[in-house]
């Protein structure tokens, strides 16, 4: 897989002359508005003059005051910096929105209509546009209006109660798993209201919350509720409902085994030389299997243990049994096979993840640039129809900022 040059402007993309307006910080805004770009939308990222608080979250930094956190949510994307809690800026604001398809924002719930800006209005003035609001637990309820990051709605959504081991206790999720999902159904939801825009040429709300992301992320243990009541309870990497689905320790590190049905257990019992626990009355069945998992693991352990990893993954899925090595995050992104599908983009000093979407005819370009703090101001706002003295002006009064006038990142 190849990625076209870096550049700025249109690429050919699905997406090509979609016109998105980014103003949301920090993950599952910037995330959607990314993979928007990364599809040939035209995206503007507006940054209040504090910037994006993730500008700031690092160590590593790849520039004085821009992390690697942020810059793997935001490249490809214009960018200006526009201080939208003054009238001026958000008189600015309107004439950008009046050429946009899109806007992604994940401000506080009631902010927009602080400051002009609710929901019927932007659907009067703007009856076209895709609206897309990113919120922790949505616009209202018990909780609306409560901020929310991934970690809380982990806690708050049960997704935290099922990870772990089953003697210790509740974990978070070591990737922000509910943000960078919101991110993804964001785009779809975006994508679903750009096709329904066809047939009727109006825009609408894609309301999206961090709680509906996670709690639609309980499955299976939802599923297991729902169905007779019980709490589901941690199992560490095993699985609920299959055995065995676990990780193991080989010779050399650890390993994951993922047995889906009575064919492979029999296959992996041949590769590990114990064909007994097949016909064993405790282990001949999933349901048996889950029931007598403990037995079971036991049994695996000691013909796992002496048996190199490389070698059993071989063994393994040569009989059609998953399995994998258990890799650190540097072993996954110098894999092979993840090399092969060009998910690691470099590019000059850019280094980051492919879009996870692929399409054959369209493909993904990853325009690795990453725009300093209002380095594109001046040029959006000229495009947009401001004149010098207008741009010049607003520079002057702190409404705007531009690189080379202390904008620089």
């Not at 994006?52 to 490809?76: C, H, I, K, M």
């Not at 809690?85 to 209509?113: C, H």
């Not at 699985?239 to 009575?262: K, R, T």
Request: glycine residues 12%; aromatic residues 6%.
């Amino acid at each position: 897989m190849t990625h076209p040059p870096t550049g700025l402007g249109p690429h050919g993309g699905a997406l090509t002359g979609v016109k998105v307006l980014d103003l949301s910080r920090v993950l599952a805004g910037p995330y959607c508005a990314q993979m928007l770009a990364d599809h040939g939308a035209d995206v503007i990222k507006v940054e209040p003059p504090a910037g994006d608080e993730t500008r700031g979250w690092g160590p590593p930094f790849v520039a004085p005051d821009t992390s690697a956190y942020y810059q793997n949510l935001n490249r490809g994307k214009k960018n200006i910096v526009v201080d939208l809690s003054v009238p001026e800026g958000r008189d600015i604001l309107d004439t950008l929105l009046r050429d946009t398809d899109v806007l992604v924002e994940n401000f506080k719930a009631g902010t927009l209509a602080k400051w002009g800006y609710p929901d019927e209005e932007l659907r009067r003035r703007f009856p076209s546009l895709v609206h897309c609001r990113v919120t922790g637990f949505g616009a209202d309820g018990p909780l609306g209006g409560q901020p929310g990051y991934d970690a809380v709605l982990q806690a708050y959504g049960g997704l935290m109660s099922v990870n772990g081991e089953a003697d210790g206790p509740p974990l978070r999720v070591g990737v922000p798993v509910v943000d960078q999902v919101t991110g993804i159904l964001a785009f779809s939801g975006i994508l679903l209201a750009l096709h329904e825009r066809h047939r009727s040429g109006l825009g609408q709300l894609v309301d999206c919350t961090l709680l509906d992301t996670v709690v639609s992320l309980l499955h299976p243990h939802s599923a297991s509720w729902l169905a007779d009541g019980s709490v589901p309870r941690r199992t560490g990497s095993a699985h609920p409902s299959i055995a065995p689905y676990d990780s193991f320790a080989a010779a050399d590190g650890p390993l994951f085994v993922a047995v889906g049905n009575d064919r492979q257990f029999g296959a992996l019992t041949e590769v590990l030389e114990v064909p007994a626990l097949a016909e064993d009355p405790r282990f001949r069945t999933n349901p048996d299997r889950v029931r007598h998992q403990q037995e079971l693991r036991a049994a695996l352990e000691k013909a796992i243990a002496a048996r190199p990893r490389a070698e059993l993954t071989a063994h393994l899925t040569a009989r059609g049994i998953p399995a994998s090595p258990v890799h650190d995050v540097a072993e996954a992104l110098t894999a092979p096979q993840v090399r092969h599908r060009g998910l690691v983009v470099e590019d000059g000093d850019y280094r980051g993840i492919a879009s996870p979407v692929s399409l054959s005819r369209t493909p993904a370009s990853v325009r690795a640039e990453v725009r300093g703090a209002g380095a594109d101001t001046r040029d959006v706002l000229a495009a947009r129809g401001f004149d010098e003295e207008a741009i010049e002006g607003a520079v002057g009064r702190r409404v705007v900022r531009s690189a080379g006038t202390g904008g620089e990142a």
